[in-house]
């Protein structure tokens, strides 16, 4: 363990120090990681699920999301039709990684098809499926998970049609190992995420500072955009568009509809005005997802009135409470119904719809919560917790300010990691508002 994670540390400096990496850097930090993960990680998620055989099979442009996560970096799609299959002998303790296509997918997946031999692709598939004799064949359909459901119907029909009737019965959802391998964190790539967190935590410093902002001038599409351009420039991609967003005195509070689309428009950024955003970044194969919010000081004020820091402290506080009902079994859906009603107990006006974070921003795993789905989410959020896992906490709470005449919704969201020691944020979370100058109160 510790040759490995000092391995890690050391391939993983130049990030670690905000210098985003080269393109050829960057396939070797994306191969290496992928190793670990079919060589380290995926015997053990085959063994959990039962599963001994997962056949992934998609086609060029039409990717199953699974997929996706496993081709190597020199691989931006599929290849015609690509058919891999994990054969996992757990008695021999060996996992075969195998590819029915011309050539090697990588260095982790050997070729296991002579065209020559054998023209027909799914033909030779079978051939694999019955030297192998598994007593399951998982498939990526799903009925919860989009993201396990990526076997497309042709493909499906194909492959059932060429496979012997007395195979058909061993045909199982791969749902439990694809949602396992999309949500299962290894430590290499948890300390890259805990540096890609702190890269958008600074992003959004700047973005909520007057190096951007100047009060009664500048727009919250202007910041939208300079986000966007800001993470282009460094070479990276967002994974959504981001929002800004205002409250302010005299402004109504809109309806969770309205907040949770991009109806609001641009507004020009007052002094006084309370500043939410929303905001991912995707890089080597992680995604973060974020959501902050700061105060424009007024002429004479040198922090945020009382009453607003007081009603942000209502939204650590509300994070404190969801986080500590994590444990491991748990569905999404007992975390949600048991925080909410904590959250009711200690006077708090709460929304919870905390995801699952990591290959992709709004990814598979438990869900716990929707903004619309306060009741529990049948389905994704009856799926349990699983340690080394990844989430977006994200929530709100509405706090009345009697100096506004109104409520404020406080909303946050901070990536947070479950693990065998408990829940802990992968990088530090938000305590205090942002404070953006203005001209005169800078003076």
């Known amino acids: ?55 992934v099979i998609s086609r060029e442009y039409n990717e199953d999301p699974v997929l996706r996560t496993m081709l190597p970096s020199t691989w931006l799609n599929a290849r015609r039709r690509t058919i891999l299959v994990f054969n996992r002998d757990k008695e021999a303790d060996s996992l075969e990684k195998l590819a029915i296509a011309r050539y090697n997918i990588g260095d982790n997946i050997v070729s296991a098809w002579d065209k020559e031999k054998e023209p027909n692709q799914w033909k030779a598939l079978i051939d694999i499926i019955k030297e192998r004799n598994p007593s399951k064949i998982a498939l990526n359909f799903s ?74 001038v500048t727009t919250t599409d202007d910041v939208v955009w300079w986000l966007r351009q800001k993470v282009t420039d460094m070479g990276m991609e967002t994974w959504f568009h981001p929002t800004v967003d205002i409250q302010r005195s005299n402004e109504e509070l809109v309806d969770h509809i309205t ?23 995707s890089y080597l194969n992680l995604n973060t997802d974020c959501q902050q919010m700061a105060y424009v000081l007024k002429d004479g004020e040198n922090k945020a009135p009382v009453f607003l820091e007081k009603a942000f402290s209502k939204g650590n506080l509300l994070q404190d409470i969801l986080t500590s009902n994590f444990k491991t079994g748990l569905t999404g859906n007992e975390i949600l119904k048991k925080s909410l009603k904590e959250a009711k107990e200690q006077g708090l006006k709460a929304s919870i719809y905390t995801h699952p974070l990591g290959l992709y921003g709004h990814s598979a795993g438990p869900t716990i919560g929707m903004w619309d789905q306060q009741g529990g989410v049948p389905g994704p959020g009856d799926y349990p917790l699983y340690e080394n896992t990844a989430y977006a906490i994200e929530l709100n709470t509405e706090v009345n300010i009697p100096e506004w005449e109104k409520s404020v919704r406080i909303m946050l969201e901070e990536a947070g990691f479950w693990g065998e020691d408990g829940f802990r944020y992968v990088n530090k979370r938000q305590r205090d508002l942002r404070l953006i100058p203005s001209e005169k109160a800078e003076n």
Not at 190 to 200: A, G, K, N, Q, R
Not at 259 to 281: K, T, Y
Request: proline content about 3%; aromatic content about 8%; overall charge negative.
């Open 259 to 281: 907040a949770f689309s991009n109806e609001n428009g641009s507004s020009v950024i007052l002094p006084g005005d309370l500043i939410h955003c929303d905001f991912g970044i």
């Open 1 to 55: 363990m510790k040759k490995i994670l000092l391995a890690t540390i050391i391939l993983f400096t130049a990030f670690a120090q905000s210098q985003v990496l080269d393109e050829r850097e960057r396939s070797k930090v994306n191969d290496q990681i992928l190793a670990d993960r079919f060589n380290n990680l995926l015997p053990k998620l085959m063994d959990r699920s039962g599963i001994d055989m997962w056949v």
């Open 143 to 216: 009925d919860n998970f989009g993201i396990a459901d990526g076997l497309a119907k042709t493909d499906f029909e194909q492959f059932k049609a060429a496979l012997p009737g007395e195979y058909h019965d061993r045909i199982v959802s791969a749902e439990d190992l694809a949602v396992g391998w999309i949500e299962t964190r290894t430590l290499r790539e948890m300390v890259l995420f805990s540096d890609l967190v702190e890269l958008t935590h600074e992003i959004i410093a700047e973005a909520f500072s007057t190096l951007v902002i100047q009060p009664g």
